[in-house]
């Protein structure tokens, strides 16, 4: 998520002077990143139900991605948040080890839709309205 956050500052910075072939570079991978988030939760049908904007944007009978193994079943939600099954998803759970049970108990569980990470996605889709702009890519803005 500090990724969008880093190439907009990149572009706010350098200004005129930005590298625009290294910024669409990012940017088209950054679309990458959003597409994963999303369909981490949702097939490319079940998305574009909750969101007509997004009709046409996704491959038709595209299955959800892989939850679990390695990303705590990171996705976007219908209601367009991230949320993750761990309860240890970033540097604010902390968890002591417990080494009958080997496993980590979290001493706030906040399972769900961390407000950090959710507040870091709305900046990643804004930055990304602004890209596209940047880009003539007019419809896509409007759907990020």
């Known amino acids: 998520m500090w990724w969008f956050n880093a190439l907009d500052q990149y572009t706010e910075a350098a200004g005129d ?3 625009n072939k290294f910024v669409k570079e990012q940017y088209t991978a950054l679309k990458d990143v959003v597409k994963h988030h999303m369909y981490g939760r949702m097939t490319a049908d079940e998305l574009e139900q909750q969101n007509p904007l997004m009709k046409g944007i996704v491959k ?3 299955g959800k991605l892989p939850v679990g193994d390695g990303n705590s079943g990171i996705g976007m939600d219908k209601d367009g948040l991230i949320t993750a099954d761990d309860g240890q998803l970033t540097w604010m759970d902390s968890a002591k080890w417990d080494p009958q049970a080997k496993k980590s108990h979290p001493y706030t569980p906040r399972d769900g839709k961390a407000v950090e990470i959710n507040a870091l996605w709305y900046n990643g889709l804004r930055i990304m ?3 596209a702009d940047k880009f003539g890519e007019k419809e896509e803005s ?3």
């Open 17 to 19: 002077k930005a590298d």
């Open 60 to 62: 038709k009978g595209q």
């Open 129 to 131: 309205s602004k890209l």
């Open 142 to 144: 409007k759907q990020y």
